[in-house]
Every structure is written in C-alpha cells, then in structure tokens.
C-alpha cells in the first residue's frame, strides 16, 4: 500500500454486555448512546448488577479503525499506553496477530491497561462507560520521543482531546510532515471542546475528518448533512458526514459523493461501526480510489460489523470486504 498509517488513542479492551433498556434507565447516568468517562470502579459495578459475563475484545476508538486497516493490507502501527497486565497483553498480541506493528505501543506497570464497557440494547444501540487507565498516562516526552517520519498518516480519535498530549502530539505529526486523520468521537466530545475545534484543530491541523450528524451538529448546529459536509469540508482537505442508515456524504474541493449504505435490516450492535467505515474509507484513500469507492468500502465493513457483538468480523465477512477492495 502506499500509505503507512499510525493510529493514536487509548489502547482498550472492550467489554461487551447486553442489556435492556429498563438496566440503563435503573442504573446508567447520562444519554443513551453516549459515552462518558468513570473510574474502574464503576465498570466493575454495572458489570456486577448485570448478572452476565462480559465478552472480550480489543478496542478503542482508533484501535478498532487501525487493527481493521492492518487486515485491510495497509502498514499500520499504533501508538497508545497499555499496562504491564495481562489485558495489555492480550491488546498487543491481538494486534501483532492481526498484522500490525506493535513496535510503538508504550507499556507501564504503573496503572491498568483501560477498558470500555459498551452496553447493547436490543435496537443495537450502544452506551459506552470508559476506564481509561494506563492510556491516561502517556505524556509529552514520549510524543516527542516517537519518530513521526515512516509514517504518511497519523489518524487520531477525538477522545485524545482530553489527554494533555494533544497539542504536542498533532505539532509533532505536522512537523514530521504527516496528514492527520481525526474523528470527532462522540457529541459529548464536540460539547467539551467546541471552541477549540472550530478555532485551532480543524483549521491548522486535520486533514481527513469523520463525524455524524449528531456530532456535526454539537459543532455547527442544526443542519442537513450536505451542509455540515460542506462547512466542514471548507477546514479540512477531506470531510465525511456519516447518517448510519441513510449514507454518508464525502467531499473534497471540488468533489462531492453522495455514499449509499449498505442496510442492514436487523443490525445486533452497532459498536465500531463508524471507526470500521473510517478504516474502509482510508483504505480506498490510501490507494487513490474516487470518494464514491472510499465510501463504498468503508459503507461495506461497517455493515458487516453490526451484524456482530462486538467489533472482532469473521471470516465471511472479512471475504466480502476483501471482494469490495479488490481492484484498489
């Protein structure tokens, strides 16, 4: 591939649990489908009053994007603090299994590796509660440290925005001479940092961004989505406005597609969905393709990965992904 990509987050395990709507309402704060940070504790809590085992995966938000690019073909590596535990292991492993470069993963034995607990309801919606542990830990010497140069894209989840390497982090990437890919994460995310956003992220830094509607309009306000995709094209070399079921609309310059979904007409979960059509979308950048087939890809992998609990695709799956790329 032409591009070698870096992602950069908080290295989570994902814990996956079921539950109905009356368990959110009795025992989970804040707006259904959102996500907020706890303390480990917590997680541990709702675990408990589940009753249920959660299952297992890695994750994270630029962890789901990169490790899917990685089984895409694309040179990835990514750079994140993990604990010296037994989940940071398993997060590593995983990666390094499924072609990545684990060479930029820092380890610590100073906190756990985080995790994430995405409580599904049965219309596949999901509530996300973060930990984020060790990730919490990664600082501006180690930005600094890290040889920004190999790679051609640093991609770059909105949750980073809480770290307090952000700004040393997309400086670095810049100088280095790197794009940077950046997904706006969540509408809690864009509340908090609005400003910051509009004025300095998006202007001086990113150059390929994804958002949906709900985040589009915690930014801009109330809009359609071929508005937002063009404000937000006119700050970014690349803008994609995601509508789930609706399509997506993707512009650069000139150029504007108008993405169809592939629908799903009873979707399990709809957990990665956007980070997995980020990671189809750069992968038909990073080969040149049109925007139509970079949407067209990136629409594919993220029907696939709502039909399953959890972000982790199966062999079928990755079949017809791999049919959607061929030619690239």
Known sequence: ????????????VDLLLNVDDAFLKEHVSGAKGGMEMVEPELIASLVARSG??????????????????????????MFGKTGNDEQGAFYRSSFKSNGGNDACFVVTGDAPTG?????????AERTMRSALGAS??????????????????????????????????????????????????????????????????????????????????ALLGEMTPDE???????????????????????????????IPAFVVEKPVDTTAAGDLYAAGFIRGLAAGASLSKCGAVGSRISSEVVKVFGSVLGKEAWDKVFEEIKGL
């Open 136 to 217: 919490l830990l990664l600082n501006a010497d180690e930005v600094r440290k890290l040889d920004f140069s190999p790679f051609d894209l640093v991609y770059i989840e909105g949750y980073m925005l809480f770290s307090p390497v952000f700004d040393t982090l997309v400086r670095c990437a810049k100088d280095a001479g790197c794009r940077i890919g950046f997904d706006l994460a969540s509408f809690e995310v864009v509340g908090i940092f609005k400003e910051k956003l509009l004025n300095e992220v998006l202007p001086r830094y990113v150059d390929i961004l994804f958002a949906n509607e709900e985040e589009g309009a």
């Open 115 to 123: 995790c994430c607990l995405s409580l599904v309801t049965p219309d």
């Open 1 to 12: 591939m032409a591009w070698k990509v870096l992602g950069v987050g908080s290295p989570l």
């Open 52 to 77: 249920k085992t959660p299952e297992k995966a890695p994750g994270g938000s630029a962890g789901n994007t990169i490790f899917a690019l990685a089984k895409m073909g694309v040179e990835c590596a």
């Open 228 to 258: 937002m995709a063009g404000k937000l094209g006119a700050l970014c070399e690349v803008a994609v406005v995601k509508s789930g079921v609706r399509g997506s609309i993707a512009v650069r310059g000139n150029e504007k597609a108008v």
